[in-house]
């Protein structure tokens, strides 16, 4: 005898063709399931594409969810099926079309480029019977009963040999009869399950069409009862309308009598106030932990994610200035390399800057001329003008807290302040340093950038020496504007304070004056100790840096701040999400020779290897 799962949840992939991309409607036409034999945990499985075999009542509802990797999730919900046929030759097809969000747009240019190809159908098989078994005792059943749930894209298509749904009880399929008994356990009924989901959704869309509609009636005035018309028809939560409501109200202000005479005008102090009303951080974070009860007045100034981005909502409220910019300033303190590097906050989602690949003293890119040399100098040349872009990638911490940190707010500003702080710096930090450039910044160590000096005759391994620190100072790009730092592994620091250059240290201990530099300074720069990079004796294990030479974008307005109660469940722990957006680049794509020496120069130094 052999046990299949009531009601299991399945996947299957297909690939995409690009060719039925339609970009002004972003609509694709795709194939999401065929009569292909598919191995399973229990043997070969068929999908039946037999006149009702296939309940195709979600696919063709025009709203079922276009998922990314069968996440079940608003956020991970990049479009919607449109609609769903199968073939005459037996093939289930579906138009689906992408949404407009931040991430949503990221997922359909992969698609457009041909990254993101794989497409997959989540379903529940309702009824399958055995049609035949092979010489090798395995098992080729027909599902004649099966209703497809979602359709995905995926990176990687799942692995079909694991069964989903293991928690349900077992049916017993009987082999020699090919006929499905009745379970040995309480029977399931599948399909009142799916009526009641079906159900509660259906009670959540009415209660947020309700709230949102009452909304719109306390604010009549300011055309409230249309904008939750339109609110209700796009799909939009109650947080969301709320933020749209608080825009409207803010645009239809009365305005300032034209006469002379005297007259009062009333300000809300509440919307200058830095921390949006809230006594503390844990004041604001205790406030988003009980929005999904009821939400506090307050928030609506604390304006969530969706007000200032294509992205759709997150579930998230931006963090009131003051609160997020001290998580931020934990992340940029004394030995920040993004308060370093050459930032620029941005309201958008992405920056287009020049990047001059040429130099000073070079004939091409951007020129400097006497006068009576003009004549004779080349034009400026485009391939030396170049134009980069940075988009901002999301860099999420997520923060568990107990029901008794909780409950004192103030604990839980220390808490959630130092624990988002630190962990935010360290993950900056290293994307700075090693980031691989796919969905993070581009690091030092992955660029092109730098340049490696190479070690001295005969010298030890595992040692950093004076020649080489001299002769790494030698070649990095200086000039105007200037902002060094030595990044130091500190398995390296012992060599480093010990080091003399003709019985002269040129280490400089730090003192009260030097609050940039606690570990002191190298040549007369100061010293960075960062375990981002890598141990003594392997190349990067020290790099001497010009940050003015490395390209940072941030969110402005700080973090955003959200929670979720699902993710520590079974412990009973609250957790806490801080979204922070960043990118960042070196400035130049590679070394420069300079003109009068062979030696190559850049905003970034390391040390060859000693081994």
Do not use: C
């Given at each position: 005898m052999k046990t299949i799962k009531p009601g299991t949840r399945e996947v299957r992939a297909v690939t995409l063709d690009r060719a039925m991309l339609n970009q002004d409607m972003r609509t694709v036409e795709l194939a999401f399931s065929s009569e292909t034999p598919y191995e399973r945990w229990f043997g070969i499985e068929i999908l039946s594409h037999e006149p009702g075999a296939i309940r195709m009542n979600r696919l063709a509802s025009g709203s079922c969810p276009l998922l990314m990797d069968h996440e079940n999730s608003v956020e991970c919900q990049i479009g919607v099926v449109e609609s769903a046929s199968i073939g005459s030759d037996r093939v289930g097809r579906a138009s689906v079309r992408f949404g407009r969000g931040e991430d949503d747009e990221e997922i359909y240019q992969k698609v457009l480029d041909g990254i993101v190809s794989n497409v997959s159908v989540g379903y529940i098989v309702h009824a399958a019977r055995l049609i035949a078994t092979d010489k090798n005792g395995v098992d080729t059943f027909l599902v004649t009963d099966w209703e497809p749930l979602e359709i995905s894209l995926v990176a990687v298509p799942a692995d079909s040999s694991v069964g989903v749904g293991r928690s349900m009880d077992d049916f017993i399929i009987n082999v020699e009869s090919g006929k499905?008994?009745?379970?040995?356990?309480?029977?399931?009924?599948?399909?009142?399950?799916?009526?009641?989901?079906?159900?509660?959704?259906?009670?959540?869309?009415?209660?947020?069409?309700?709230?949102?509609?009452?909304?719109?009636?306390?604010?009549?005035?300011?055309?409230?009862?249309?904008?939750?018309?339109?609110?209700?028809?796009?799909?939009?939560?109650?947080?969301?309308?709320?933020?749209?409501?608080?825009?409207?109200?803010?645009?239809?202000?009365?305005?300032?009598?034209?006469?002379?005479?005297?007259?009062?005008?009333?300000?809300?102090?509440?919307?200058?106030?830095?921390?949006?009303?809230?006594?503390?951080?844990?004041?604001?974070?205790?406030?988003?932990?009980?929005?999904?009860?009821?939400?506090?007045?307050?928030?609506?100034?604390?304006?969530?994610?969706?007000?200032?981005?294509?992205?759709?909502?997150?579930?998230?409220?931006?963090?009131?200035?003051?609160?997020?910019?001290?998580?931020?300033?934990?992340?940029?303190?004394?030995?920040?390399?993004?308060?370093?590097?050459?930032?620029?906050?941005?309201?958008?989602?992405?920056?287009?800057?020049?990047?001059?690949?040429?130099?000073?003293?070079?004939?091409?890119?951007?020129?400097?001329?006497?006068?009576?040399?003009?004549?004779?100098?080349?034009?400026?040349?485009e391939s030396e003008l170049k134009e980069a872009e940075l988009r901002l990638k999301k860099l999420m911490v997520l923060v568990p807290a107990t029901e008794e940190l909780l409950a004192d707010s103030t604990a839980m500003t220390t808490h959630l302040t130092r624990k988002m702080g630190v962990r935010l710096d360290w993950k900056v930090q290293d994307a700075i340093v090693n980031g691989i450039g796919s969905g993070q910044p581009l690091g030092i160590t992955k660029s092109s950038a730098y340049v490696s000096q190479a070690k001295e005759t005969s010298q030890t391994a595992d040692t950093i020496n004076a020649q080489n620190v001299a002769k790494m100072l030698g070649r990095v790009i200086g000039g105007a504007g200037a902002r060094f730092a030595w990044l130091i592994n500190p398995d390296a620091y012992n060599q480093v304070i010990t080091m003399t250059l003709n019985n002269n240290p040129v280490w400089t201990p730090p003192n009260a004056g030097f609050k940039d530099a606690p570990s002191g300074f190298l040549l007369g720069k100061p010293i960075i100790q960062t375990d981002t990079l890598q141990t003594l004796g392997d190349k990067f294990d020290i790099i001497l840096a010009n940050m003015a030479g490395y390209t940072t974008i941030t969110k402005a307005g700080g973090a955003e701040l959200a929670t979720s109660m699902h993710l520590y469940f079974d412990q009973q722990l609250m957790a806490f999400r801080l979204t922070f957006r960043m990118d960042g680049q070196p400035l130049l794509s590679g070394a420069v020779t300079p003109p009068n020496s062979s030696v190559t120069r850049s905003h970034f130094v390391t040390l060859d290897a000693r081994t």
């Open positions: 499905m008994d009745e379970p040995k356990t309480e029977t399931i009924d599948i399909q009142k399950q799916v009526d009641e989901q079906v159900k509660r959704a259906l009670d959540a869309t009415n209660k947020r069409n309700a709230d949102i509609m009452t909304i719109g009636e306390n604010h009549a005035d300011y055309d409230g009862v249309k904008l939750a018309a339109r609110a209700i028809a796009e799909g939009k939560t109650v947080q969301e309308f709320q933020a749209l409501m608080l825009e409207q109200i803010r645009k239809v202000q009365p305005a300032k009598p034209s006469t002379s005479a005297p007259y009062i005008q009333v300000e809300d102090n509440a919307e200058k106030d830095l921390k949006r009303g809230f006594k503390h951080f844990g004041d604001f974070a205790h406030s988003v932990m009980q929005a999904h009860r009821s939400v506090d007045e307050r928030l609506t100034r604390s304006t969530s994610t969706y007000s200032n981005e294509a992205a759709g909502p997150d579930g998230g409220y931006a963090v009131p200035p003051e609160f997020g910019q001290r998580i931020v300033d934990m992340a940029m303190e004394e030995q920040s390399l993004l308060a370093l590097s050459e930032q620029t906050p941005i309201s958008g989602n992405s920056m287009r800057f020049p990047k001059d690949e040429g130099t000073p003293w070079g004939t091409s890119g951007i020129l400097a001329t006497w006068e009576n040399e003009a004549a004779v100098k080349t034009p400026t040349k």
